[in-house]
């Protein structure tokens, strides 16, 4: 069964850093496509970053320069650094993992099959 586990959402100003983590269990970082997706309120869940089993990555145009996905494979986390955060890089941040390709781009979210619960992202201005 696989679990994706969110954790590091917090309150921040403006121009400040986060970092938030994804404990994945039941299947293998190194192995699987894996991404970091966000919804705001009264909007849909849009891509913010996702990571191949090679790393390649790939970012939405609105955090390039200021998020960074990176992943652990021996403590089978996933990892996106956020920086120079926005008000509107507010939402709910959720995990995302595939195991095959369904044909959708890898920002779009139905790409994905296994979802986290997300952790909440605020930034104030």
């Known amino acids: 069964q696989v679990q994706l586990v969110e954790s590091g959402g917090a309150s921040v100003q403006a121009g400040g850093s986060l970092r938030i983590s994804c404990l994945a269990s039941?299947?293998?970082?190194?192995?699987?496509?894996m991404g970091w997706f966000r919804q705001a309120p009264g909007k849909g869940r849009e891509g913010v970053a996702t990571?191949?089993?090679?790393?390649?990555?790939y970012y939405h145009d609105a955090v390039k320069g200021r998020f960074t996905i990176s992943r652990d494979n021996a403590d089978n986390t996933l990892f996106l650094q956020m920086t120079t955060l926005k008000p509107e890089d507010t939402a709910m941040y959720y995990c995302?993992?595939?195991?095959?390709?369904?044909?959708?781009?890898?920002?779009?979210?139905?790409?994905?099959?296994?979802w986290g619960q997300g952790t909440q992202v605020t930034v104030s201005s």
């Open positions: 995302a993992a595939a195991v095959s390709n369904r044909g959708y781009s890898w920002l779009n979210p139905a790409s994905f099959s296994y």
């Open positions: 039941g299947i293998s970082t190194s192995n699987a496509y």
């Open positions: 990571i191949s089993p090679i790393r390649t990555t």
